[in-house]
């Protein structure tokens, strides 16, 4: 191989340092240069609309459109499904389901009704009216990603739903992103991509209405965009690059090990760390790691981020790899260790937490149900991975009886009272005046 796999082993001392500093809460704000480039695209399409998109798309996706061409239609779609196979159109429709069902059962749950001393509340949901979801599509292209936030909107009753996803040179957006939004139930689509997509969708333009709240992942110069456009328009999660950790220890499979940790490499500056307390595992795996890269199609790339952003932490013992693990807050954590449900009940800080070893990381990417668009770089430690949740508003019907507010009444003319507000002890008081 051109580019030789390196990977270190690290004692957990040394990996605090390495890579804690790089983590929230410490990660610092967008670099300067790449801001101001950002903003002067934002600013551009702000400025001129329609034409800002059609002359940046040129410019970074080497595509010319016209107006007319910005949104998909019908005959497009249709096209793409030529394009795709049975196959692919199955295991779409299959995510699809599973990732609904999941997402309906908890819908479900947050709904409920609490009765007590006269007082009844009523928990209630209202959607986000308008949303806009982007889809990269340029070096990768994830319809799987598009599933994963299209769905939770439809189940939380979102009635429009905008895809912005950047054309190929063919002057087309890639057929199975296409494909998905449409299975999905997404009528708003637009051949727009990178900052100025990110742009469009937040002031609007001609074409494209402005959403209300955004989401989707995306490069860093996405990301910049959807932090500076926040301060307007709500965005999702910080979400990317993909990062698994491995809690794994002697009784673990090796190979294993190695597969997943080679699976995230292969997403763009992915990172993949081993946590364990044992030494043989760790250097076990970094032979199986060497092996099982050497004989794949995309053994470079693989090699490079492994090389890059790969890394084996050893641990005293079973306890301090968990200490290790909460603190380092990873977007996925495998548990591959002897009693793996009762360690997975001592993490605080993850994403999403597989049990297993029959519950690798890929196949939740994928077709378990969950949701992979997660919190990175440490943010799980007050983020929560995307769901159903984030497309609505909760509030409270309350209906109190004349029993209930004579049951509160003291008090509340006690706590109004104590903050000098005493019109509003009067408001409870003048109910029961002709009493």
């Known amino acids: 191989m051109s580019n030789p796999l390196k990977v270190k082993a690290l004692e957990v001392s040394a990996a605090r340092n390495v890579l804690l500093e790089r983590r929230w809460p410490k990660i610092g704000r967008i670099n300067s240069k790449l801001e101001e480039y950002v903003k002067i695209i934002i600013e551009e399409v702000r400025r001129r609309g329609d034409a800002g998109l059609i002359d940046l798309t040129l410019k970074f996706d080497h595509v010319r459109l016209s107006p007319d ?16 196979s049975k196959e692919q159109v199955s295991a779409l429709e299959f995510a699809k389901n599973r990732v609904e069902t999941f997402q309906k059962e908890l819908f479900k749950r947050i709904i409920f009704e609490f ?16 949303v806009g979801c982007y889809v990269p599509g340029g070096e990768a292209a994830y319809p799987s990603s598009l599933i994963m936030t299209i769905v939770p909107a439809k189940v939380a009753g979102v009635p429009e739903i905008v895809v912005c996803s950047p054309p190929r040179s063919r002057n087309d957006i890639n057929p199975l992103i296409l494909v998905a939004s449409d299975i999905c139930g997404v009528e708003e689509i637009y051949r727009v991509g990178g900052v ?55 009784s ?50 693989i090699a490079r981020n492994l090389s890059n952003r790969g890394l084996i932490v050893v641990c005293e013992d079973a306890e301090e ?66 769901s159903v949740l984030d497309f609505i508003k909760r509030f409270s019907i309350v209906e109190c009886s004349e029993e209930g507010l004579l049951n509160v009444r003291r008090h509340v003319k006690v706590l109004a009272e104590s903050e000098g507000l005493p019109s509003h002890a009067l408001a409870v008081e003048g109910r029961f005046r002709d009493a």
């Open 69 to 84: 061409r910005l949104r998909v239609n019908r005959e497009d779609i249709d096209k793409a499904y030529e394009e795709t």
């Open 321 to 386: 790899a968990v200490r290790f693990v909460n603190e380092f807050a990873p977007e996925h954590l495998e548990v591959l260790m002897e009693g793996a449900a009762d360690v997975a009940q001592s993490i605080t800080s993850a994403g999403l937490v597989l049990v297993g070893k029959h519950t690798p990381v890929s196949a939740s990417d994928y077709c378990l149900g969950t949701v992979h668009v997660l919190p990175t770089k440490g943010f799980s430690h007050v983020y929560s991975g995307l």
């Open 196 to 250: 100025q997509a990110v742009a469009a969708m937040a002031y609007g333009t001609e074409t494209i209405r402005p959403v209300e709240k955004m989401f989707g992942p995306g490069n860093e110069y996405i990301i910049a965009a959807k932090m500076l456009v926040s301060r307007d328009v709500p965005t999702d999660i910080p979400a990317g690059p993909s990062e698994i950790v491995v809690l794994a220890d002697a």
């Open 115 to 130: 009765e007590s001393e006269g007082v009844k509340i009523r928990t209630c949901t209202s959607p986000i009216r308008r």
């Open 252 to 301: 673990a499979d090796p190979r294993i090990v190695a597969l997943d940790m080679i699976s995230q490499a292969e997403h763009r500056d992915g990172v993949s760390i081993l946590v364990t307390p044992s030494r043989s595992l760790a250097d076990t795996v970094i032979e199986e790691l060497e092996r099982l890269a050497a004989s794949l199609p995309n053994k470079e790339k």
